[in-house]
């Protein structure tokens, strides 16, 4: 029963640009979370966004959602060499079951 | 400092052969989860708690077992039965009993192999 869906599956990047990736999900939804997996790892929170919300920051983060078009995304600005990892998002209606990411490389 | 203890964080295993997978968390959280991630892919939930004895199956629980006897502790067991067990298994909690209302603290994972 998974819904969130990622996309690209896999981005390359040179550090200093953006990186953005979306997410698409099915139903209706109270909260969207984003998540970042360094290989290897566990995954680690990055930010909630509520369905009453349209966007929001995070230091170089920037999440919005479009409850109309059941679709998020996640921008990553000036991106560095550190941010390479997978990137997944994961709803409340489908009980936190993840897709399978969208793998970023940002080469220095 | 607080956080979720998976371990091992290598494990092999012979074919016919039950392991158990601990996860210990000292956040007070009720909820707790288990996933399984393969290669390239995103994650399985296997079973999940929300409370103390109690457990829920997930998507792929076939061959696997849990316990929460404790609320620190959700132990996951893979047993023979489990026909392709070679996997990343993460273990997660959250502070709210109710699936996605909150977010998720991940352990840092254990790898098992069957040879």
């Known amino acids: 029963s998974q819904q969130g869906e990622e996309d690209p599956q896999a981005l390359s990047i040179q550090e200093g640009e953006n990186a953005t990736m979306n997410c698409s999900y099915k139903?209706?939804?109270?909260?969207l979370q984003w998540y970042r997996q360094n290989s290897g790892r566990g995954l680690v929170h990055l930010i909630l966004?509520?369905?009453?919300?349209r966007e929001k920051h995070s230091g170089r983060l920037r999440v919005t959602l479009d409850t109309s078009k059941k679709s998020s995304s996640l921008l990553i600005t000036a991106s560095r060499a550190a941010d390479t990892a997978s990137y997944f998002c994961?709803?409340?209606?489908?009980?936190?079951?993840f897709g399978a990411g969208t793998r970023l490389t940002v080469k220095p | 400092d607080g956080g979720i203890t998976q371990s091992p964080k290598y494990l092999f295993r012979k074919e016919g052969q039950n392991v158990t997978l601990s996860c210990e968390q000292n956040l007070n959280h009720d909820a707790m989860y288990w996933y399984r991630q393969d290669p390239g892919q995103g994650l399985r939930l296997i079973y999940y708690?929300?409370?103390?004895?109690?457990?829920q199956k997930g998507d792929i629980a076939e061959g696997y077992s849990v316990s929460r006897e404790k609320k620190e502790s959700f132990p996951l067991t893979v047993t023979s039965a489990q026909k392709n067990p070679t996997a990343f298994y993460l273990c997660?909690?959250?502070?709210?009993?109710?699936?996605?209302?909150?977010?998720?603290?991940f352990g840092e994972g254990s790898r098992l192999t069957v040879l």
């Open positions: 139903t209706s939804i109270n909260n």
């Open positions: 994961a709803t409340d209606a489908d009980d936190m079951r």
């Open positions: 966004i509520r369905s009453n919300e």
């Open positions: 997660a909690s959250s502070p709210f009993p109710g699936l996605g209302t909150g977010e998720l603290f």
């Open positions: 708690s929300q409370i103390v004895n109690d457990f």
